[in-house]
């Protein structure tokens, strides 16, 4: 009796084996362990499209010429088991729906593509379309001190004026065409600044907005002094750096100075014609470390006093910090990543004045900072480059677009009829 | 009663029997379905490491340049540090020191008369490779690089030299495929000893047939004349390279190339002898050309000298500004001429790279396939990956 119990007790068993097996049934092999078809699709796609040569023939859909030696390089680079169609589809315009099945041209090597396939889309750019990048405009003033009556210092082998064209050009898809202005003289400066003696506000040049500009001063290590602000601190004329510091913060201006020592010079051809800077270039004055010094004070809204104490070091090369590296390939400009800086600034100004850096351009090397925008607490920045002679304008640009980071706007991939999604489905051929 | 007894334990016997050989039926099921899991796991982990390699240039990205900069990598990949997507550097390729080789990394020795020997100190061995990747100890891989189009050259006997090429893909001929092709040869009308080096770089259109064949002959230049022999084939998307070099060993020996050293835009080859017993002297004209995409090439330095049993080799140092390109060396003993070529930069003839441990006899060898480019190039990547960890589920 238990034996036959038993007996029983192994038929369940059995029946559950059996059950469990017919269940748990185990993928073949190809399935456990197989080619990456999606992956090899794409590369596969993406190598027939290095020279542009399957964009060219998606958009030559009745050139049955293209289409065989498409299919002939398609056949020559997948291996002998693979299964393909490929297939090139035009972009809809019909609203829910990207592509058109109808309008597309296949090749395929087989009736059909096996029990399981994998896919990859490609969308391609006829060569007869030119995509558009649109820079978004910067909602300030762009001031360039273009002054005719003032000379250059360290700008070796440019003018004053070359280096202004140069800057407005390249700045000039990033701003309002009424936003860039040329300052052409150092009256039209002394315009802008007010009053020599502080009291007052400035004037705009041209109905612009003078309230959060940009400055930037095309003299190099020299600054352009309007007459009135010579005749009044010609005993001392850090004073008027003073004064464009105490400006800085008052119009919550950016002042860019391109390479070199800050405020080292002042300059007025007439003003100061008699007058040379030490180095025989007259209408130029030497006003030494303390410009810089003065400069500082007066951002910092701090009491004038003369400091001519050296600030800057030489810490020889430095290099690209990553956010401009980074923003070289956005805004597509390439100066070199590594420059001499024999003016860089310490980094004890940004707690002896209050500031802060808000756009580093060189990495910090021996404490020193080689180019960056400084914030001041406030209001008011000071961009400083301190590169050695020739100065490199693209520098200029990128750490201003680096600071301010306007948008580039790029047009649509898949506009109808400028675009067509090529599908590559691969399989494999064969049984289990 | 006794009846009973023996009924308990027939029954008894019969119940554990059954209990033991289901255990053994569910147990095998289970441990297959183990084993499957295992073989997915690394099917998948293949597929991962294959992409971690050419979707990343690795760090230093330069390392493919400079020696220097291959001894600081931290991080393993083979991607043209300035292109994206699958695009491959031709000179990191060329720094990869597989298990077995000895004091140069043996990429190419003597293939169609080409070499590609770089000095071991320059590359990056397989043991370390499997680190920076995070998987020594746990996975063994062989990762092949081949060109997708393979362009064989042979000569074909007759007066003149005339050449046979043969171009097809993994899958099938080339057919209608454009060829541009460079010759070089050496003349056996000598200044001196010293064979003169001749060129002749053309663009005719040179189309293969329906099976992928095409042939050129040269009237000017007699069968048994030392050349080299580059073509590129094209056709719509795909480009392949293939060389031919007519080694010749003289009673001096040959020429063997051996790159000491590439870095920042420079090369040091040592040219050595492969002496024979007459140990004569042999005579070489070399000449490096840069080869950029176009295949138009650039001369960039050209050197003579000789080697005999007192001075067995010659240093050349080359300038490659860091292009691709080949140097191509005529040499002779007065009487035999040969020609070989090396390669800097494996894309400019076209050389495969096998690199990683031998998949031969693993219990189970997940592969994966990429479409990749070097320079204008089309290769194929085949990653081979295999547990060393028995079959335990790890994931």
Redesign the interface.
């Known amino acids: 009796m238990r034996t036959v119990e038993i007996l029983i007790v192994i038929l369940i068993m059995t029946g559950a084996f059996l059950t469990a097996s017919f269940f748990a049934v185990l993928p073949s092999p190809r399935q456990v362990s197989p080619i990456n078809l999606s992956r090899l699709a794409l590369t596969t796609l993406q190598t027939l499209d290095a020279q542009s040569d399957l964009s060219t023939v998606a958009f030559d859909t009745t050139n049955d010429t293209a289409w065989n030696q498409l299919q002939i390089a398609l056949s020559a680079c997948l291996p002998p088991n693979v299964v393909y169609n490929l297939t090139a589809y035009d972009i809809s315009t019909q609203n829910g729906q990207l592509y058109n099945a109808t309008g597309g041209r296949s090749i395929s090597n087989a009736a059909s593509l096996g029990l399981g396939s994998d896919v990859a889309s490609y969308i391609v750019a006829s060569s007869n379309v030119t995509f558009s990048v649109t820079p978004q405009k910067l909602r300030a003033t762009l001031y360039i001190l273009n002054c005719s009556d003032s000379s250059g210092w360290w700008i070796t082998g440019y003018t004053v004026q070359s280096i202004a064209q140069e800057i407005a050009q390249m700045f000039r898809p990033y701003f309002e065409p009424s936003s860039i202005i040329m300052v052409q003289n150092t009256t039209q400066l002394g315009q802008l600044l007010g009053p020599a003696d502080g009291t007052g506000r400035g004037q705009p040049l041209q109905n612009e907005t003078v309230q959060n500009a940009i400055v930037i001063n095309t003299c190099g290590e020299a600054v352009p002094i309007p007459q009135s602000y010579a005749s009044l601190y010609s005993s001392d004329y850090a004073k008027y750096c003073y004064q464009l510091g105490r400006r800085v913060n008052q119009y919550n201006w950016t002042w860019v100075s391109i390479v070199g020592y800050p405020l080292y010079y002042v300059s007025n051809t007439l003003a100061l014609s008699g007058t040379q800077n030490g180095w025989g270039i007259y209408g130029m004055k030497m006003v030494e470390a303390a410009g810089l010094n003065a400069f500082l004070k007066g951002i910092d809204l701090q009491p004038y006093s003369y400091n001519n104490g050296w600030l800057t070091s030489d810490v020889g090369v430095v290099t690209l910090s990553p956010t401009a590296i980074s923003n070289c390939s956005y805004y597509g400009i390439f100066p070199s990543p590594t420059q001499t800086a024999t003016r860089a600034l310490p980094a004890s100004i940004t707690t002896q004045y209050h500031l802060t850096t808000a756009t580093m351009v060189f990495n910090v090397k021996n404490n020193a900072i080689a180019g960056a925008v400084f914030n001041h607490r406030t209001t008011g920045s000071l961009f400083a480059l301190g590169v050695t002679r020739v100065p490199d304008i693209r520098l200029v640009g990128l750490g201003i677009l680096s600071n301010y980071n306007p948008v580039l706007y790029k047009s649509l991939y898949t506009t109808a009829g400028t675009s067509k999604l090529v599908v590559l489905q691969l399989g494999l051929a064969g049984g289990k | 009663m006794t009846g009973a007894t023996i009924?308990?334990l027939?029954?008894?016997t019969?119940?554990l029997a059954?209990?033991l050989l289901?255990i053994g039926?569910?147990n095998q099921?289970n441990q297959?379905?183990i084993v499957?899991q295992n073989?997915?796991h690394?099917?998948t982990k293949?597929?991962d490491i294959l992409?971690s390699i050419l979707l990343n240039p690795g760090s230093p990205s330069d390392w493919g340049f400079s020696g220097s900069s291959t001894r600081k990598l931290t991080f393993f990949g083979l991607q043209d540090p300035d292109f994206q997507?699958?695009r491959l550097s031709p000179f990191s390729l060329t720094r990869l020191l597989s298990p077995g080789a000895q004091q140069y990394n043996n990429v190419s020795w003597d293939l169609n008369g080409g070499y590609l020997l770089l000095q071991a100190s320059e590359c990056i061995d397989y043991h370390n490779v499997t680190s920076l990747l995070g998987i020594n100890g746990i996975y063994d891989f062989q990762l092949a690089i081949a060109p997708?189009?393979t362009v064989n050259i042979s000569e074909v006997s007759d007066a003149h030299l005339n050449l046979r090429i043969q171009v097809?893909?993994?899958?099938?001929?080339?057919?209608?495929?454009y060829l541009n092709y460079l010759m070089f040869w050496a003349n056996t009308s000598t200044s001196g000893s010293f064979p003169i080096l001749n060129c002749n770089f053309t663009s005719d259109a040179l189309q293969t047939d329906s099976s992928g064949i095409a042939s050129i002959e040269f009237p000017y230049l007699s069968s048994g004349t030392a050349f080299t022999f580059i073509v590129k084939a094209y056709?719509?998307?795909?480009?392949g390279t293939g060389y031919l070099a007519k080694e010749t060993v003289t009673n001096s020996g040959n020429l063997i190339p051996y790159i000491q050293s590439y870095d920042v835009g420079k090369a040091n080859v040592i040219l050595a002898q492969n002496p024979q017993t007459g140990m004569g002297n042999l005579y070489f004209n070399a000449s490096f050309y840069a080869l950029p995409d176009n295949f138009v090439p650039i001369p960039a330095g050209n050197f003579a000298g000789n080697v005999n049993s007192g001075t067995p080799s010659q240093n050349l140092q080359i300038t490659t500004n860091n292009q691709t390109g080949f140097l191509v060396v005529a040499y002779g003993d007065g009487n035999h001429y040969g020609m070989m070529i090396t390669a800097l930069g494996v894309d400019s003839i076209g050389v495969p790279v096998t690199f990683g441990a031998n998949p031969s006899g693993k219990d189970?060898v997940?592969?994966?396939?990429?479409?990749?480019?070097i320079g204008?190039i089309?290769y194929?990547a085949k990653l081979s990956l295999w547990s060393l960890q028995g079959y335990g589920v790890t994931g």
């Not at chain 2, 056709?235 to 480009?239: A, L, R, V």
């Not at chain 2, 997940?366 to 480019?373: N, S, W």
Request: negative net charge; charged residues 15%.
């Open positions: 009924d308990h027939v029954a008894s019969v119940f059954a209990l289901f039926f569910f099921m297959t379905a499957y073989h997915k690394i099917s293949c597929s992409d997507e699958y997708t189009l097809y893909g993994t899958g099938f001929p080339l057919s209608n495929a056709t719509t998307g795909i480009s189970w997940a592969t994966d396939l990429r479409q990749v480019l204008d089309a194929q």
